[in-house]
């Protein structure tokens, strides 16, 4: 959960409700087909009361065969100050909803590895702003996200990845165990 200077509040989670509440505009309004097991993945904004559903959004992608568990468990959100919501966490799916300038716009798993993500809603829901893939060929996971005043994401995780992308001067350019 995360609540922006107004005091309104952003939840992200999974559902396995049939009547989850979503508005209409959201960037999803129903959940893809296939979607099996833990749930589906969603971001939601409530007034500063919390008696008003500002938007309600699906963000998830089909399984692309059926499937025993959500293909998009979200584990983070943040706020910038334009009220843009940064959600963060892992996919198993490579039919996660992507931008087509996004950093990994590609699913690079086999054997139903992981990938973390990180996507940014506009202030409405109604749009991806960005979403991205993150990680290497191997489990990655994305447990946290924070956004400092000039709109950079950082995302904290773990990763199983040796390959997992690092910037030439990262504190630890190599992996050290798991």
Not at 70 to 86: K, P
Not at 121 to 149: C, E, H, K, R, W
Not at 163 to 173: E, I, L, M, R, T
């Amino acid at each position: 959960i995360a609540v922006d200077a107004s005091g309104n509040a952003y939840v992200t989670g999974q559902t396995n409700s049939v009547g989850f509440p979503v508005t209409p505009g959201a960037f999803q309004t129903a959940p893809p087909l296939n979607v099996g097991g833990a749930g589906v993945s969603f971001v939601s904004k409530l007034n500063a009361g919390g008696s008003k559903l500002i938007y309600s959004t699906y963000l998830e992608g089909a399984c692309t065969q059926a499937c025993s568990s959500s293909g998009v468990a979200t584990h983070g959100i943040a706020l910038d100050a334009l009220g843009e919501a940064y959600i963060t966490g892992s996919t198993n799916t490579p039919l996660l909803p992507v931008t087509p300038d996004a950093f990994q716009s590609v699913y690079n798993k086999g054997g139903g590895y992981s990938s973390a993500f990180l996507t940014k809603f506009d202030p409405t829901g109604s749009t991806l702003i960005y979403s991205s893939y993150l990680g290497g060929s191997n489990d990655d996971m994305a447990t946290a996200v924070a956004v400092d005043q000039i709109g950079d994401a950082y995302v904290a995780g773990h990763t199983a990845s040796a390959d997992f992308p690092v910037s030439g001067f990262a504190f630890q350019p190599a992996m050290n165990g798991t």
